[in-house]
């Protein structure tokens, strides 16, 4: 990649795929972006653009890079597979790359004090992984032509889609009366059937008919 193509990159602005930053501050908060490209769509990490997309580049952009890759060596799991490069923008600063697949071993998470975390992209942010997402993480890799039987409670939650397009893990739950973990399985099921889409949230998922909302 040539500093014309950071440049292009930097200047369409943080989005699905593309997230800036300025150092690796915190590295522990960026892998969760690396993460989130991961299990989402891939993208582009920029070690050296300012907030507002200018390409000022980093001092010591290879302790940075050094930073960085340490952190996701020891706090992602399974092993992320990523490609990086470096440029200078002069003699003292440069520009890190990291390029991020969408990845075939995903749910990648973050290991930290005993405790599990996946994120996913949503816009420009990455955001927590609920069960749900999780769960459909996981088995729509291997889950293919998923077939689903419709019964008295699947007819009434596509009804209440009708009616008020989404509709919550709990809110299903309380329409259908079943308990959550019941409503969860369901509409994980429905969506690997391809009739929902979920749609991640910071708070509480929800999910529309497939080509809704």
């Given at each position: ?159 209440a889609l ?52």
């Open positions: 990649m040539q500093l014309a193509d950071v440049k292009r990159l930097a200047g369409r602005g943080e989005g699905l795929t593309i997230e800036f930053k300025k150092k690796a501050a915190h590295p522990e908060k960026i892998v969760r972006e690396l993460i989130a490209m991961a299990n989402t769509a891939g993208g582009v990490l920029l070690v050296g653009v300012d907030d507002d997309g200018t390409v000022s580049g980093q001092k010591f952009i290879e302790d940075e890079v050094y930073v960085l890759e340490k952190a996701i060596e020891e706090l992602i799991f399974p092993p992320l597979n990523y490609t990086r490069e470096t440029l200078a923008i002069n003699e003292k600063k440069g520009v890190a790359i990291f390029e991020i697949p969408l990845s075939d071993a995903r749910p990648h998470f973050l290991k930290v004090d005993g405790m599990r975390k996946s994120y996913i992209r949503v816009k420009d942010r990455s955001v927590q992984a609920s069960k749900e997402v999780w769960e459909i993480l996981k088995k729509g890799k291997r889950e293919k032509d998923v077939i689903f039987t419709y019964g008295e409670k699947e007819e009434l939650l596509l009804k009708d009616e008020k397009e989404q509709i919550t893990v709990k809110e299903y739950a309380k329409l259908a009366r079943i308990p959550k973990f019941l409503a969860s399985r369901t509409l994980v099921r429905l969506v690997l059937a391809n009739v929902l889409a979920i749609h991640p949230q910071e708070a509480e998922d929800f999910f529309t008919l497939k080509g809704g909302v």
